[in-house]
């Protein structure tokens, strides 16, 4: 056995409870419980098929009923294609699943029933594998054989090579030889042939494999492709790791999902000279997403994050960064998965301390990384969140949302980021993915051409923070090493200029967009509230105006921007009101409506501010239940004046565009005065 030498895993039995046992039984219940069933052709797709196409929620699987697949929200039951084929693609996964971890309970327990049920897995496909026809089709990824990606079949191959390392030894050499160049060797083989020259997380994950399967089978060749050539490991940690130390696709679960097929390969080699362990951005990888964690005890769905991806519970990588670093970061972020499980897991098993230091769950930060783009205000007092995206252009899976908002009021989003479905159902690329359906601005309610935006000022005084961005789409569109298809409108954005600034207070959010649109294009500034509407500007229902994403939008009211202040409040579920004030030049009609959130089973309430203005400049108040009013906005060549009121007082604040100097006054009324002022 590789992955332990016998001192290693004499310990690891030592620290075997019942507990453990019984919960990797049931882990692998289906595989245990049925006949071994492979398939014996290349009938499996994408388990992104296997979702809902209404509700956007992944479907039930069964293994009784390979041709029915029922959705959990209201029961409703599909046939056919695409669904059959993400069948078998979740067979394919249960069965290597259960090569690992069955493999390890052969070494436990030494009971029979595992080994056979490994050797039987293994070998069912390594008679099926070879002649398995490469298939694919699938959105920015090579084929597969077992599979129809090149991706699923590196997630496969690295379970049946561990599973394979469990019971070698016990596998007569026919056996052995069997498997070995019929699945392993010709499976790395494929993966080395469809590796992409690009830079993404299926190509950490494809390293991974081969060099897992180089280790197994003591094979050289296999080991310094997965490390050391162009688009290896080395390349893809150098190039890869943007800023302050995020993958460069700007998903915190691509960005985890990059490091746990790193890990998968690490595991085998920490202790052989093919460690990664001495690249300096390794251990970067482990730190920094966890300073994003929201007071929900969440991270951000930003980007390509299906629904429960935001939810920290990597104990797979934390137990095992813990082990190797003992850095209390990684405790804390073990104390808070642990907050309402227990820590009997194979990953605290097989490579985590005997007993863990004593460590307060994270915490959410204020974050300001401007080299990655991302800011992260939190007001402990009140609960409050604010996370501005200015990242750079991420690739495949960004979603064209250059400087959007997420407001998080008393520990609740009403300003959601929503993430994504499964990639398989039409609202990912149909919905989610879209600028549309982000509180940004989009124009022509088409996607923005990709952008690397830029921070013009920040300033953090001790009554609020000042960030400055800017996207200027009169330059060429933003790259990445990374293959990429044309979703965006580069026409519809071309020569449009756009500036958000953002005031952080805590208590509330002061939001200013300056847009500058020389050919008259259709803007739209868009926001999406987790709250509905207390009133309407009118009662005049009409259709959804709109193409694309939000054609679906119902209960639309349109009504003409007048001078002044709008306001719109929103009750939120179990929160104070959550109100928006906005004061506008430029603006032409106000549209409100409801779209779906994520999952697809309750709306948002959306406003759009619309223009077709050759320049449009807008100030909102996000009062986050403090009590805030916004009374004025005047603007001048460079520079705004604000007045606010908030419980007796008068706030003034003067801000100079110019160098990015914001003026912040306070007056105090007392109760006469102030019964005189309203």
């Not at 609740?412 to 993430?419: A, H, K, S």
């Not at 994504?420 to 993915?433: D, F, I, N, Q, R």
């Amino acid at each position: 056995m590789i992955q332990f030498n016998d001192k290693q895993f004499s310990l690891i039995k030592k620290r075997t409870t019942d507990k453990t046992i019984k919960q990797i039984i049931k882990d692998n219940d289906v595989v245990l419980s049925f006949d071994v069933l492979v398939p014996p052709d290349n009938r499996a797709t994408w388990n992104h098929y296997y979702f809902c196409p209404d509700h956007g929620v992944k479907l039930t699987w069964d293994r009784n009923k390979p041709k029915q697949h029922c959705c959990p929200v209201d029961g409703a039951i599909f046939t056919g294609s695409p669904y059959d084929g993400a069948w078998w693609r979740g067979l394919n996964g249960l069965n290597s699943k259960a090569c690992n971890e069955l493999g390890l309970l052969w070494q436990l327990t030494k009971e029979p029933i595992y080994l056979n049920k490994v050797k039987d897995i293994l070998l069912q496909y390594a008679k099926y594998y070879p002649d398995y026809e490469p298939h694919g089709g699938i959105p920015y990824n090579g084929p597969g054989k077992a599979n129809a990606q090149t991706l699923c079949e590196a997630n496969c191959h690295i379970d049946f090579a561990l599973g394979y390392d469990f019971i070698r030894d016990d596998l007569s050499p026919q056996d052995q030889e069997y498997i070995e160049v019929r699945l392993l060797r010709e499976g790395a083989d494929f993966l080395v042939q469809h590796r992409s020259k690009q830079l993404h997380n299926h190509e950490m994950k494809i390293n991974a494999t081969i060099g897992v399967i180089g280790l197994i089978l003591d094979e050289e060749k296999y080991i310094e492709f997965a490390l050391n050539t162009e688009y290896g490991f080395h390349y893809q940690l150098n190039h890869g790791l943007k800023g302050e130390g995020f993958w460069f696709e700007g998903s915190i679960h691509y960005h985890y999902y990059a490091l746990q097929a790193l890990l998968g390969y690490e595991k085998l080699a920490r202790n052989t000279p093919y460690s990664i362990r001495s690249n300096p951005n390794y251990y970067k990888m482990f730190a920094f997403p966890l300073q994003l964690i929201l007071n929900t005890g969440d991270f951000p769905r930003l980007n390509d994050c299906v629904a429960g991806q935001e939810k920290l519970t990597d104990a797979h990588i934390f137990e095992f960064a813990y082990s190797e670093f003992e850095d209390p970061l990684f405790a804390s972020a073990l104390a808070s998965i642990y907050k309402n499980i227990s820590r009997d897991n194979i990953h605290a098993l097989l490579y985590g301390v005997d007993e863990l230091p004593p460590a307060k769950p994270l915490k959410p930060q204020n974050i300001h990384a401007p080299l990655v783009g991302l800011t992260l205000l939190t007001d402990q007092p009140s609960n409050n969140q604010m996370l501005f995206k200015h990242a750079l252009y991420g690739g495949e899976h960004d979603h064209y949302d250059r400087l959007g908002l997420t407001l998080i009021q008393n520990g609740q989003e009403v300003l959601p980021d929503l993430g994504t479905s499964g990639y398989g159902a039409e609202l990912h690329y149909g919905y989610y993915k879209n600028t549309a359906t982000h509180n940004t601005l989009v124009v022509n309610q088409s996607n923005q051409t990709p952008a690397n935006p830029t921070v013009l000022h920040y300033q953090a005084l001790p009554e609020l923070v000042f960030i400055d961005t800017f996207v200027d789409w009169r330059l060429p569109a933003a790259k990445v090493d990374s293959h990429t298809l044309v979703h965006w409108d580069a026409t519809a954005y071309q020569d449009v200029q756009f500036r958000r600034s953002v005031i952080w207070l805590g208590t509330a959010v002061i939001e200013i967009n300056q847009v500058v649109n020389p050919h008259q294009q259709q803007l739209d500034l868009t926001w999406h509230a987790r709250g509905e509407f207390k009133s309407h500007l009118t009662n005049d229902i009409i259709q959804s105006p709109l193409e694309g994403p939000l054609k679906r939008m119902t209960d639309c009211r349109l009504s003409e921007v007048n001078s002044g202040i709008q306001v719109f409040k929103y009750d939120v579920q179990q929160a104070a009101p959550y109100c928006q004030y906005m004061f506008t030049e430029g603006g032409e009609y106000w549209l409100t409506g409801l779209a779906p959130d994520n999952p697809a089973t309750s709306n948002l309430s959306y406003v759009l501010l619309r223009s077709q203005q050759e320049s449009l400049k807008n100030v909102v108040l996000h009062d986050l239940g403090a009590g805030y009013k916004l009374l004025s906005a005047e603007w001048m060549l460079e520079s705004l004046n604000l007045k606010l009121t908030r419980a007796k007082k008068l706030i003034s604040l003067h801000i100079d565009f110019s160098d990015g100097e914001v003026v912040f006054h306070v007056k105090e009324f007392d109760d006469h005065l102030w019964r005189a002022m309203n």
